[in-house]
């Protein structure tokens, strides 16, 4: 009996090596075992059967912003972002533990999109019209609005006009919408705006005191707040409004019209929601309804 049992463990074991090889020979080294479609059948030469086909997908997103996508210890993003991202390779047919993500800091996204580095963007990615003439934009997912992260004891910063008297000091990221827009609220450029490539840093320049202030989304400052318990505050309400899109290639109408629509089935069955609760949401209770899509 016992003995019958071990043979055929064995021959379990002899097949699904058998198996593994094949999955080698193809030169798939994506970790998949299979180059299973996942019973999904796709228009010929679109992007989605390219991807599908690879088993495969390269998602930029963020590494260091806590709630969005936010570098773990075991080296993977995690976050509403990543979230997102994942629906979305669920709905090609591509398993998750093929999901390869690049760090996208916000002055690179469009060329990452641009150069075929990342199939998508998934990061805090406000939808503009300058960045569509260079990529486009499925979504979007969710609204955010920028803000302005202060001390939690400083009450001499209460919006952007308090930058207007030219003595405070405020970090930014460099490409980002909130960079551009806090120019117009500051009397001397060079001296008040500090840039750097991700917001980690500005936190860090916020707390050694080189500058007063750390201005981009709610969302974004709201994650740093719950990381740094006590320490920053939001010095006021939100002031301009960030949709945040899926960047995809220019031209591909037909994946941003398939990741549109797979935005609009994570909306009523749930996938969302969840996605939401389990990431930013603890840390911002007000659940989103996913915003109308621009099928522009
Ligand atoms: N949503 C803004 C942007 O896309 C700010 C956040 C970011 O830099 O990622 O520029």
Excluded: H
Excluded at 10 to 16: G, I, K
Excluded at 113 to 131: H, L, P, Q
Excluded at 132 to 149: C, H, M, S, T
Aim: aromatic residues 8%.
């Amino acid at each position: 009996m016992r003995i019958a049992r071990l043979t055929a463990i064995a021959a379990v074991a002899v097949l699904s090596l058998g198996v593994a090889a094949c999955g080698g020979d193809d030169g798939d080294d994506s970790g998949s075992t299979g180059g299973g479609t996942e019973g999904k059948s796709f228009a010929a030469g679109s992007t989605m059967e390219r991807l599908n086909k690879a088993q495969k997908i390269i998602v930029g997103t963020k590494f260091d912003q806590p709630g969005f996508g936010l570098k773990g210890l075991d080296g993977k993003p995690a976050g509403f972002d990543v979230e997102i991202a994942k629906i979305i390779a669920d709905e090609l047919g591509v398993p998750e533990g093929n999901i390869e993500y690049i760090e996208t800091p916000s002055a690179v996204r469009e060329e990452k999109i641009e150069k075929g580095e990342a199939d998508i963007v998934v990061a805090t990615y406000t939808i503009n019209d300058k960045r569509k003439e260079r990529i486009d934009f499925a979504g979007p997912y969710y609204v955010a609005g920028q803000n302005i992260l202060v001390k939690a004891d400083d009450s001499s910063i209460t919006g952007p006009d308090s930058f207007k008297a030219g003595d405070k000091k405020v970090c930014s990221v460099q490409g980002s919408t909130p960079a551009a827009n806090i120019e117009k609220s500051l009397a001397n450029k060079a001296e008040q705006l500090v840039l750097f490539d991700v917001y980690t840093k500005c936190i860090d320049a916020l707390n050694s005191g080189q500058v007063n202030a750390v201005t981009t989304d709610n969302v974004i400052l709201l994650g740093f707040i719950a990381r740094n318990e006590g320490k920053f505050k939001l010095a006021g309400e939100n002031f301009t409004e960030e949709p945040y899109g899926i960047g995809v290639k220019k031209g591909d109408t037909a994946f941003r019209t398939f990741i549109n629509d797979t935005l609009e089935k994570a909306y009523s069955d749930g996938r969302y929601e969840k996605a939401w609760k389990d990431t930013a949401g603890k840390f911002d209770d007000q659940v989103p309804t996913g915003p109308a899509v621009n099928r522009y």
